[in-house]
């Protein structure tokens, strides 16, 4: 009977070892012990095996990820999903119900928490956009100081902790009744960067949240559009003029009817027929930030209107360049426009 059925010892295969020592092959040793030269070879050859066999038995893991063929097809997913998403937020749609006149308060940077925030007049503005009728609002970001790395000493100089920060920016967002459209985040928003994820985590209301910049259209029944440019800051700069960054955008960047920008502390609006007919507003909020000793420090006029501007969108003067934006730098003065054109234009 061959070794296969029965089991091997491992005194047959030492013997086996032993033989083919002693007789030099497989072949002379089967010879000179009488036994088939197969049975002698499987106790040889099993010997050998059982030689080269690990003492000690070390646990088999399995892999800790799946195989490179399936990450990069969960990678390709992935970025299709990104690109789509990158896509979707350029020009994205806001739509309007109706033909009536609306408002849009551009607010200017915050900065609740600060010291030198102007709470009067931001609860003053609060109210305002909160009572009156068809009027919306886009924080430009900055919503908080939000001090971080070696700038996070100045909070020793607020009456605020940064947890009392979040509390304000949470009434903001959630309990101001300020009908939001859009929400940016800043340059202090993300200065310590679980700030703008908290914000973006209590968002219920899903209000669009979006880093530095937005481009979104105004949708109205009957295909009119007001398209709005709205960014943190806008690339460019001159000492000259609070609306560089808004012209060269007009110039050189994306076709819109309002290009607006915060963060530089100061204000300034303009309306221009562009050469291809359009009328565009260039606009900048000056924020809430009124007592402000870098300003102080570097001898920077500290100005004291402009804290956010309003837009009145009028959908049925789309013909008429001039009547369909008007921009105000008073907020008081443009909810009483507002409510006066909505007589007006009716629904």
């Known amino acids: 009977m061959s070794d296969t059925w029965s089991p091997l010892t491992d ?32 106790r040889y050859n099993r010997a050998l095996e059982r030689e080269t066999e690990p003492k000690v038995m070390l646990p088999e893991f399995p892999d800790d990820d799946i195989d490179a063929e399936q990450i990069l097809d969960t990678m390709e997913k992935r970025f299709k999903q990104r690109s789509e998403h990158t896509r979707s937020m350029h020009w994205f749609p806001i739509k309007f119900k109706t033909s009536e006149p609306i408002g849009v308060v551009v607010v200017g940077d915050p900065h609740l928490g600060s010291n030198g925030c102007n709470i009067p007049l931001l609860r003053q503005h609060v109210k305002l956009m909160s009572e009156t009728p068809n009027c919306y609002a886009v924080n430009i970001g900055d919503t908080a100081d939000n001090w971080g790395g070696r700038l996070v000493r100045l909070y020793a100089e607020n009456d605020v902790s940064r947890s009392t920060e979040r509390r304000l920016a949470r009434w903001f967002l959630e309990d101001s009744n300020v009908p939001w459209l859009v929400w940016l985040m800043g340059n202090h928003d993300e200065m310590e960067p679980s700030f703008s994820t908290y914000l973006k985590t209590i968002n219920a209301q899903m209000i669009p949240m979006l880093d530095w910049r937005a481009r979104f259209r105004l949708v109205f029944p009957g295909g009119v559009e007001a398209r709005v440019d709205a960014a943190h800051n806008h690339k460019g700069h001159s000492m000259w003029n609070e609306l560089h960054g808004q012209e060269r955008a007009a110039n050189m960047d994306e076709d819109a009817d309002i290009f607006v920008a915060g963060h530089h502390h100061t204000w300034a609006l303009k309306q221009k027929e562009m050469p291809d007919g359009r009328v565009v507003h260039l606009a900048r909020a000056r924020g809430y930030k009124y007592i402000d000793d870098h300003a102080h420090r570097h001898g920077f006029h500290e100005q004291q209107y402009g804290a956010s501007v309003m837009f009145v969108i009028r959908p049925k003067m789309q013909d008429n360049q001039i009547k369909f934006i008007r921009s105000f730098a008073d907020i008081e003065d443009g909810c009483d426009y507002l409510k006066i054109v909505q007589k007006r234009d009716g629904a």
């Open 11 to 42: 005194d047959d295969m030492d013997d086996a070892v032993a033989a083919v020592d002693i007789h030099g092959s497989v072949a002379a040793a089967a010879r000179a012990l009488g036994m088939p030269r197969k049975t002698l070879s499987n």
